[in-house]
Nanobody
Framework: VQLQASGGGLVQTGGSLRLSCAAS??????YAWFRQAPGKEREFVAA????????YYADSAKGRFTISRDNTKNTLHLQMNSLKSEDSAVYYC?????????????????WGQGTLVTVSS
C-alpha cells in the first residue's frame, strides 16, 4: 500500500492550490487530509468515505476547502481556495479501513509522505 501526495507549492494569500494523493494497492473505507505546521501538532483538515458521499471538514477548512475522490484513478484531492498564511504547512493524505470519518491520527493506518504548502502574504 502506498499513498503519494503531490500538488503543494508557493501561493499568494487568496490564491488556490489543488493537492492530489494517488493510492495504490487497495481501496480504503476512509480518506483524509491532515496538515502540520512547524512547531505544531498534526491537525485534521478533511475526510471523505471512499464513495465521496460523506465528507467532514475541520472548522478552519469549511467553505474554503473541498475534499473529493476520483475512484476511477483511486486518487484523493483537496481543492484549497482563499488560502491564508495560517494554511502554510506540510499536508499529508491518509487512509483508513474503519469507514469512520475520523479526525485523529489513530483513525488512519496509512500515510503519504506529505507535500509542502506555503502561503505568502
Amino acid at each position: 500500500v502506498q499513498l503519494q501526495a503531490s500538488g503543494g507549492g508557493l501561493v499568494q494569500t487568496g490564491g488556490s492550490l489543488r493537492l492530489s494523493c494517488a493510492a495504490s494497492g487497495r481501496t480504503f473505507g476512509t480518506y483524509a487530509w491532515f496538515r502540520q505546521a512547524p512547531g505544531k501538532e498534526r491537525e485534521f483538515v478533511a475526510a471523505s468515505n471512499w464513495r465521496g458521499s460523506r465528507k467532514y471538514y475541520a472548522d478552519s477548512a469549511k467553505g474554503r476547502f473541498t475534499i473529493s475522490r476520483d475512484n476511477t484513478k483511486n486518487t484523493l484531492h483537496l481543492q484549497m481556495n482563499s488560502l491564508k498564511s495560517e494554511d502554510s504547512a506540510v499536508y499529508y493524505c491518509a487512509a483508513g479501513s474503519s469507514g469512520i470519518l475520523g479526525t485523529t491520527r489513530s483513525d488512519y493506518n496509512y500515510w503519504g509522505q506529505g507535500t509542502l504548502v506555503t502561503v505568502s502574504s
